[in-house]
């Protein structure tokens, strides 16, 4: 049974240019959360997501980002026009449907750098 | 005031020691909480909830006080493998967000 899954694992942008991150839950489970990480933090909700809706974007900047978790395929994370402030750690969770999101499972994260 | 406030560390212990990390929350009608444990550069993994009543896991036993708005963790017999930053976590709200700390540092040496 395979875990969350995220790819790419490393990324390198330049500034302004777009960054897509892709998050696979594990299978059975419908709800999706993003994560930041910056340099010496800690772990910052962004987003969650449930099949087509999304849920709670209060974490999300009001610019350049963005999230969906389409009915098919992966939740995607975009960055456009990326700075060098975007430079971090970005882990997707997942859990079961029916619950609170007490049981997040994290996935390994994609590591952003802006060049 | 933070959400969730922890001591950064580090915490430089002997293998066997005993060694505790607290934390505290600032959101009163929180319910669930936890600690994960987070390798370098590595994702956090769950370590255990801590419940009202107290809950031990092996070598680890998590507490939570509520009128105090505090938690902690005690590692009793410390391994060279609890080596890593511990992350207090409270669930945020009915929708299900994870509030961490910035998390403490543990290094156990030989």
């Known amino acids: 049974n395979a875990g969350v899954m995220q790819n790419p694992r490393h990324l390198v942008r330049r500034r302004g240019q777009e960054a897509r991150l892709r998050c696979s839950p594990m299978k059975g489970h419908s709800h999706v959360y993003w994560y930041r990480q910056l340099p010496e933090e800690g772990l910052k909700f962004m987003v969650y997501l449930q099949k087509e809706n999304i849920i709670d974007e209060s974490g999300m900047p009001k610019e350049r980002f963005s999230a969906e978790f389409p009915k098919e395929g992966p939740s995607i994370l975009r960055i456009q026009q990326v700075v060098r402030g975007d430079s971090a750690a970005y882990f997707c969770?997942?859990?079961?449907?029916?619950?609170?999101?007490?049981?997040?499972?994290f996935g390994p994260g994609t590591r952003l750098l802006v060049l | 005031r933070k959400e969730v406030e922890q001591d950064p560390g580090p915490f430089n212990v002997p293998e066997g020691a005993t060694v505790a990390f607290n934390c505290t929350y600032s959101?009163?009608?929180?319910?669930?909480f936890f600690w994960y444990r987070q390798d370098c550069r590595k994702e956090p993994k769950l370590l255990m909830s801590v419940y009202s009543s107290g809950n031990e896991d092996g070598r680890f036993t998590a507490q939570l006080n509520r009128a105090s708005q505090y938690i902690s963790l005690l590692i009793r017999d410390s391994k060279l493998s609890d080596s890593a930053t511990y992350l207090c976590?409270?669930?945020?709200?009915?929708?299900?967000?994870?509030?961490f700390g910035k998390g403490t540092k543990l290094s156990v040496k030989p």
């Open positions: 969770a997942s859990s079961p449907p029916g619950g609170a999101g007490e049981t997040q499972y």
């Open positions: 976590v409270v669930l945020g709200g009915s929708q299900g967000n994870l509030i």
């Open positions: 959101n009163s009608a929180s319910q669930s």
